[in-house]
């Protein structure tokens, strides 16, 4: 039985719940599909010790502040878990757990959703999935000979799962600095900390209340054909949030440079000296999660959909919100998907002919 509707959101998870917020505002009418069973998104999955890189109040969500989180002045991913589920339902967002969408096709003038449970013909569609679901391993030498254990920054949970272990946590970013101190810190834990280049911190004063201009002023910078950022650091560099500047400050965070490859028994660098191992942490992000939309045949060259703001460039029907840069700066962030939604929203709430707020 085909369901008909305005707008699909695929995707119940920051991104896709920033979007049913402004398709409320607009009157039109929509459904959010979300794979997972409950809500709360990725935040569902993240490590224990993980914790939000501002406070409350600057990582909210359009129209709901985030509360405190009494004795904390960084939310943890369960408070975020929390904040997301009461906003799910004070705007009675109309969001279907547990549903699947397997792909996304035209079918006359219309776009057709396609999960699991059913199928929804709707005049626009935003994809709002993420990456969580699909994690990036590099093609490192070696790789399927180690005998250790190998995990993604999506299977890591504590630091005591690996006591009396030697680590190596490879990324430079904020997870691969996040998990490093976390397993650091504990003191039951020898490990190894690899980035491909020098890691760098963000000044101690900066932290996610800052990152939208950064991001903004970042993509401004590469918009102008800057080969680097002049000066501006990325995303991708390190929020110096408490537990990593403990680690940092105790001298337990000096990271070595990537290795050549991995051996049976660890890893080797490109001098030949080699360092033992019983796992390695792989926080080398993610690829966007985008195998729906296939059918439509929209992929450039490096695997990204090519768009302008949110809109893909060869179907005006289709958005993609909350995967990074290319789609809004820093909407993959709490903070930054806002602005980016509500841009989506407009443009289709123009197309569609609607008016609204």
């Not at 995707?11 to 719940?17: D, E, H, S, T, Y």
């Not at 405190?68 to 975020?80: F, L, R």
């Not at 190998?150 to 990324?171: I, K, M, Y």
């Not at 998990?179 to 996610?208: H, N, S």
């Amino acid at each position: 039985m085909t369901q008909h509707t305005d707008v699909v959101v695929v995707g119940g998870g920051q991104a896709g719940l920033a979007a049913g917020y402004h398709l409320r505002r607009r009157g039109l009418d929509f459904t959010v599909l979300d794979a997972g069973a409950t809500p709360g998104g990725s935040w569902q999955h993240m490590w224990d010790s993980l914790h939000l890189f501002s406070p409350a109040e600057h990582s909210s969500l359009p129209g709901r502040l985030m509360p405190a989180q009494p004795g904390k002045t960084y939310p943890d991913a369960g408070h975020v878990v929390d904040y997301l589920t009461d906003y799910e339902k004070r705007y009675g967002l109309p969001v279907q757990h547990g549903t699947c969408v397997n792909a996304v096709r035209r079918d006359a003038g219309r776009l057709l959703v396609e999960a699991h449970s059913g199928t929804w013909r709707a005049r626009a569609v935003i994809s709002a999935t993420g990456g969580w679901s699909r994690p990036f391993l590099p093609a490192v030498p070696g790789r399927s000979v180690f005998t250790g254990r190998q995990l993604h920054t999506v299977n890591h949970r504590c630091p005591a799962d690996f006591a009396g272990q030697r680590v190596v946590v490879v990324g430079g970013g904020n997870s691969g600095a996040q998990i490093a101190a976390d397993l650091a810190l504990d003191g039951r834990v020898e490990m190894t900390w690899v980035t491909r280049r020098p890691p760098r911190f963000l000044t101690d004063d900066i932290d996610g209340r800052a990152l939208f201009g950064v991001a903004t002023a970042r993509r401004r910078a590469l918009d102008a054909g800057l080969g680097d950022t002049a000066g501006v650091a990325s995303l991708g560099d390190i929020v110096a949030v408490p537990p990593v500047r403990a680690a940092r400050d105790a001298g337990l965070l000096t990271a070595k440079p990537m290795f050549a490859q991995l051996t049976a028994t660890g890893v080797r660098w490109a001098d030949g000296s080699r360092s033992d191992a019983d796992a390695i942490i792989w926080c080398t992000g993610f690829r966007p999660a985008l195998a729906h939309l296939a059918p439509l045949n929209l992929r450039g060259p490096r695997g990204h959909i090519p768009t302008h703001g949110t809109r893909a460039l060869a179907e005006p029907r289709l958005h993609l919100l909350g995967y990074g840069d290319w789609t809004g700066p820093a909407s993959a962030t709490l903070i930054g998907v806002g602005r980016p939604a509500r841009e989506a929203v407009r443009e289709i709430a123009e197309l569609l002919g609607t008016t609204g707020a």
